[in-house]
């Protein structure tokens, strides 16, 4: 929803000071400026990424725009689902959770959480690490220390379609000058028209730089900041999951095993002590 209020505003503000200035908005619409600017800086985005980054950009938009479904239940699920599994090898051991880390679908632990499940780039991150805590005999040093090289690979993988959009906006103001060159270029060829078709071509020019700084700075630049902000949010799961782990490996009680994990997470979406006791108790 912020996320229209905000092109909302853009777009009024712009358009409303440039009406109370006594402008015509019917000369803003320049279809072949359009393609050339959008047309190139795609074009430019398809010749600087991989498919696979472009898909990536692509899964990754409608999380900018809509909002990360990463939110306080999300939060209190991944927390709960965590006490779950390490109450359960507290009470039966380590090798009682083997089953429910080989097959997380089939498992009647991590069915409970089907929101959660449906994150496969978490829960995969939750039974790698479990199993090599079951299954080796690292010191909790090495485990935090090999987590952590993890989430450092997940966050540049979850924060590339960030800089891939930004590199865009960078560009656009480029492309809208080579669409006003362009446009100077049509004027050229008329000149010792008359002055009206002459002025339409400047004209017709100079919205094509305005709108590749407009597009640049407008809508580009700040859904590049809100994908980094969409990573952010969602590497805070891992950070969560790497507490708990750690300090479970460090011999720590389940309860506190998720306070560690509760501590780690943006105060906005923080549960408190009691949402995550009573949730825990619910289950």
Not at 117 to 145: C, G, M, Q, V, Y
Not at 211 to 219: D, P
Request: charged share 20%; with cysteine; glycine share 8%.
């Amino acid at each position: 929803m912020l996320f229209f209020v905000g092109v909302s505003v853009v777009i009024l503000s712009v358009a409303g000071g440039y009406l109370w200035h006594g402008g015509v908005l019917g000369v803003l619409w320049q279809p072949s400026e359009i393609l050339i600017i959008l047309g190139a800086a795609f074009g430019a985005f398809l010749i600087a990424n991989s498919m696979h980054l472009v898909k990536e950009c692509g899964k990754q938009l409608p999380r900018a725009i809509f909002g990360s479904n990463k939110d306080s239940s999300m939060y209190l699920d991944l927390l709960g689902l965590l006490y779950d599994i390490f109450n359960k090898a507290r009470r039966e051991g380590m090798m009682a959770v083997e089953a429910d880390i080989e097959s997380p679908a089939d498992s009647g632990i991590f069915t409970r959480y089907p929101k959660l499940l449906k994150d496969t780039r978490i829960i995969e991150f939750i039974a790698d690490n479990l199993r090599i805590l079951t299954t080796s005999n690292l010191a909790p040093h090495e485990i935090e220390a090999m987590m952590e090289s993890e989430i450092e690979t997940q966050l540049h993988e979850l924060t590339e379609p960030s800089h891939a959009i930004h590199r865009v906006a960078d560009g656009l103001p480029g492309f809208g000058i080579v669409a006003a060159v362009l446009g100077i270029v049509i004027t050229m060829q008329k000149l010792g028209g008359p002055p009206e078709a002459l002025g339409h071509s400047v004209a017709a020019a100079l919205v094509g730089t305005f709108l590749g700084i407009f597009v640049a700075y407008g809508f580009i630049g700040p859904m590049s900041s809100r994908l980094a902000s969409v990573a952010d949010e969602e590497i805070k799961m891992f950070e969560c999951v790497k507490a708990a782990i750690v300090a479970t490996s460090n011999g720590l009680p389940p309860q506190m095993a998720v306070e560690f994990a509760r501590k780690t997470l943006f105060s906005a979406d923080r549960p408190s002590f009691s949402e995550l006791e009573n949730h825990v108790r619910s289950r």
